[in-house]
């Protein structure tokens, strides 16, 4: 049996049927909305005059408050959370709390 779905659009300002999904970002907070073309153009035209004298970066902004790490602080954060019993994964990346705290005792 065959099976078709179809996937519909909500303007997220009046309702309405929407015509695409934007996507923006602003103080390192990603968002997107759905609008139709006449919403999406009036947002378009309130960024763009900032954006038109802005200048653009590469990636993406840190947190001020996020300590600055390099592996070697990785290691040693690590090895301080699991000997003060914080949960830690012994892979991957340390969460930013536990990055936090290590950064605070030291």
């Known amino acids: 049996m065959a099976k078709r ?3 519909t659009l909500e303007d997220d300002l009046d309702g309405t049927e929407a ?6 970002s602003i103080d390192g907070a990603e968002y997107e909305i ?14 763009n005059k900032y954006t038109a ?3 653009r970066s590469a990636g ?3 947190s001020a408050t996020r300590p600055v790490t ?3 602080d990785t290691k040693a954060a690590r090895a301080w959370a699991v000997a003060n ?3 830690v994964s012994a892979r991957g990346r340390i969460h930013s709390e536990v990055m936090e705290r290590y950064a605070a005792a030291h």
Not at 19 to 24: A, D, G, L, M, N
Not at 34 to 47: P, Y
Request: positive net charge; charged residues 25%.
């Open 34 to 47: 759905d609008l139709n073309e006449a919403n999406a153009h009036e947002l378009r035209q309130a960024i």
């Open 19 to 24: 015509s695409e999904t934007v996507r923006f």
């Open 85 to 87: 019993g914080i949960p």
């Open 70 to 72: 390099g592996g070697s």
């Open 5 to 7: 779905v179809i996937t």
């Open 53 to 55: 004298v802005a200048r």
């Open 60 to 62: 993406r902004p840190r």
